[in-house]
Nanobody, 125 residues
Framework: QVQLVESGGGLVQAGGSLRLSCAAS????????MGWFRQAPGKEREFVAS????????DYADSVKGRFTISRDNAKNTVYLQMNSLKPEDTAVYYC??????????????????WGQGTQVTVSS
């Protein structure tokens, strides 16, 4: 059984920081690229960041570039999202997802096979 479990969400003031974690189990972690997506009320799920199998290559949405950092610890089967300089528009449910042996890093939610349940991030002004 594959499970992705997010944690670290919460309430933070604008300009603050938050670190999300996603613990994976039931899969060979090193065979999956990992991604973070988010969904705000009334909006579609959107790409945030992704990271390659080894963790060497990363990709970011323009809206978070320079503020967010994705990383992974393959020994711990965990992917992280460090979020700095948070803005109210970052408020959303954040999901981690797994993409099996990708040809390239993908920004499309349809590419990812497995998903976590999400964790709420709320940024107040």
């Amino acid at each position: 059984q594959v499970q992705l479990v997010e944690s670290g969400g919460g309430l933070v003031q604008a300009g603050g920081s938050l670190r999300l974690s996603c613990a994976a189990s039931g899969l060979t972690f090193t065979k999956y690229a990992m991604g973070w997506f988010r969904q705000a009320p009334g909006k579609e799920r959107e790409f945030v960041a992704s990271i390659s199998l080894s963790g060497v290559t990363t990709d970011y949405a323009d809206s978070v570039k320079g503020r967010f950092t994705i990383s992974r610890d393959n020994a711990k089967n965990t992917v992280y999202l460090q979020m700095n300089s948070l803005k109210p528009e970052d408020t959303a449910v954040y999901y981690c997802a797994a993409d099996f042996v990708p040809v390239r890093l993908s920004t499309s939610a349809n590419t990812y096979e497995y998903w976590g349940q999400g964790t709420q991030v709320t940024v107040s002004s």
